[in-house]
């Protein structure tokens, strides 16, 4: 297993983080911001809305959709990996066909929530 703490750009800085604290990034003009999209499960339910988009420093491009759900327990915030998802930029709307959406409970939510470990990321 790779190690609990947050992995650093060559500079020192976080390396995995929303755009929120990687204020210097931001979605190109001539891209969809999928923030504010609803994201729905491979049984086409819906699952939540992206709230933010979290960004690997060290390549730069993003890595997750941040994504608002409703669980048993409350709403909480989970990271969606971008390469299971599909942005349907037409409809305004993210498919992730690997999960159905009763699973995106289960997926772990980073300790902080503006940082990511190796552990965490695995």
């Known amino acids: 297993m790779r190690e609990d703490v947050p992995e650093l750009t060559a500079e020192g800085e ?10 210097e990034f931001s979605v190109a003009e001539e891209d969809e911001d999928p923030r504010g999209m609803q994201v729905y499960g491979a049984d ?3 699952v939540g809305t992206v709230r933010d988009l979290w960004i690997d420093r060290s390549e730069p491009m993003l890595r997750y959709l941040e994504t608002e759900i409703e669980t048993p327990k ?3 915030n989970v990271l969606v990996p971008l390469n299971f998802s599909r942005i349907h930029q037409s409809k305004g709307v993210i498919t992730v066909k690997a999960l159905m959406a009763a699973q995106f409970a289960d997926i772990p939510a980073p300790a902080n929530p503006d940082a990511l470990t190796a552990r965490e990321e695995d």
């Not at 983080?17 to 990687?22: E, Y």
């Open 74 to 76: 409350g709403m909480r």
């Open 44 to 46: 086409k339910a819906l």
């Open 14 to 23: 976080l390396r995995t983080v929303p755009l929120r604290v990687a204020t």
